[in-house]
């Protein structure tokens, strides 16, 4: 597992949990938020999740 991978998953599980507070506490702009910052974990770790093969398609 690369930097990536882990800072876009906590990314998208900060998110997720911010986005739920806002729906819970019914605070549009703070499930709005929630919901970017989960989309931008998700798009970081399917970085790293493609570093990580082509660094192993390359060892092969």
């Known amino acids: 597992m690369n930097k990536d991978q882990v800072a876009g998953r906590a990314k998208e599980l900060a998110g ?5 507070i806002g729906q819970a506490t019914n605070r549009p702009g703070t499930e709005v938020k929630g919901r970017a910052q989960e989309l931008g974990g998700k798009a970081q770790a399917a970085f790293g999740d493609a570093k990580d093969k082509i660094k192993k398609a390359d060892s092969h």
């Open 16 to 20: 997720k949990a911010k986005s739920m």
